[in-house]
């Protein structure tokens, strides 16, 4: 790196002297580079000992116990890994610094040192572009911040305070994994609509519901189309199936601190039921995510897929659609229209109904057969019972009702 502002130097200011602080400033660096990695390979050649590493579990102070009584290895040496990773991430060896964080993290039992090399290691991983090793890196930190020992920072006196912290810059992180990784829109969903992440969302950082929206709409088509015969396809959970209706509920409640084009499309389309406002929030749904980092190379598949919700909220007030009228409303000319609306039907990506095209009278034929009152039923009343449970246990721990088999409390 001061090699390179050398070379700045010289191109700013041609035929001036370079000053002497910079070759100092690089031999300091240098023999801060050769002390760190001393130290560090000191511990790399005990803890690498095939020995060592068969004799290693999992308690960490038992580790510990074992190698400075037959290695002569104190917690201190170690955290030369520590040292010698953050040096390396400083100046842009990420795979390097991933290898040394990795390695202190196995052995320290200092927490807040395990913190930043969770960090540090995540971070070397998206910088890297290893995304399999990201998600797993991920899901670790993850299972890290979840566990109340994980603290949270020094700087911060509440625990739960902190927690919410960390959690959030986690939430801010995973997007550069969600939005690279084959499977991280789906993940994200799982993810981002559990409860506490989804508290944390709402509490501390409301925008990020235009990631969380834009994933509900690049997964509909997988939670919606059928598989092919003879394709083994991953199921998907409940949770991602309906995670366009979860996201509404969301963006309806959250609406006063956060909206956008991407978050006023789905309101304007599931809530309002205004396709002439969803339209024209789509039309500038699409300027924003063409813009945005995470977003924009996703920008084609979004709007085939925002096309196909509106086309589908249509569709099912409607048994006849005249396919101009249904172009314009998908922000297509009519010719394109009427090829997405053909692909659409031959795709069979409506389910539940049996779509036709009159080509005479340019119009859609729709012939939904009714729902079974049973169904209708089922639908209505699928999670009475576990709402009603739920219900049960939070006045129970209020005090106001005692469990069964207890008098209840008497005002």
């Known amino acids: 790196m001061f090699d390179y ?39 790399l050649d005990v803890i690498e000992n095939p020995d060592v590493a068969q004799a290693l579990r999992q308690d960490k102070n038992q580790n510990l116990q074992y ?47 395990n913190t930043s090399a969770h960090w540090g290691k995540l971070a070397s991983d998206i910088l890297t572009g290893r995304w399999d090793v990201a998600l797993e890196e991920l899901n670790t930190l993850r299972d890290f911040i ?15 305070l902190a927690q919410l912290h960390s959690r959030t810059w986690f939430v801010h992180w995973s997007l550069f994994v969600f939005f690279n990784h084959e499977q991280g829109r789906t993940l994200l969903l799982e993810t981002f609509l559990s ?28 939670s919606s189309a059928p598989t092919a015969a003879g394709t083994a396809a991953t199921p998907l959970s409940s949770r991602v199936r309906n995670a366009i209706r979860e996201v509404v509920k969301v963006v309806q409640t959250e609406e006063y601190q956060y909206s956008d084009p991407v978050t006023s499309f789905l ?8 396709f002439e406002a969803a339209q024209k929030a789509l039309g500038e749904a699409s300027s924003v995510i063409s813009t945005d980092f995470f977003l924009g190379e996703f920008k084609d598949e979004f709007l085939d897929n925002a096309r196909y919700l509106i086309s589908e909220a249509y569709c099912r007030i409607h048994r006849k659609i005249d396919i101009g009228s249904l172009a314009e409303r998908l922000n297509l000319s009519p010719d394109e229209g009427e090829k997405w609306i053909v ?32 169904q209708t039923v089922i639908e209505k009343t699928r999670q009475l019972a576990v709402r009603t449970q739920a219900l049960g246990v939070a006045i129970a721990r209020t005090g106001q009702v005692k469990p069964e088999g207890q008098p209840a409390a008497v005002n």
């Open 267 to 274: 309101r304007e389309l599931y809530v309002e039921f205004d």
């Open 67 to 113: 190698l400075k009584d037959n290695y002569n290895l104190t917690l201190e040496q170690i955290t030369a890994l520590y040292n010698f990773g953050q040096f390396q991430y400083s100046y842009g060896n990420y795979s390097g610094a991933a290898d040394y964080l990795y390695h202190f993290r196995v052995l320290s039992t200092d927490n807040d040192l």
């Open 5 to 43: 502002a050398v070379s700045l130097f010289k191109a700013i200011y041609p035929g001036e002297q370079v000053p002497p602080e910079f070759d100092q400033k690089r031999q300091n660096v240098v023999s801060t580079n050769e002390r760190l990695q001393q130290e560090a390979q000191a511990v």
């Open 343 to 374: 692909n659409l039907i031959r795709e069979t990506r409506m389910p539940g109904a049996d779509a036709r095209i009159d080509l005479e009278k340019n119009v859609i034929e729709i012939n939904r057969p009714p729902l079974p009152v049973y």
């Open 146 to 160: 979840d566990s109340r020992s994980s603290g949270a920072s020094s700087s911060i006196s509440d625990p739960a």
């Open 195 to 222: 409860p506490t992440y989804l508290n944390t969302i709402q509490t501390s950082c409301p925008w990020i519901l235009r990631y969380l929206t834009a994933a509900a709409i690049l997964s509909r088509k997988a």
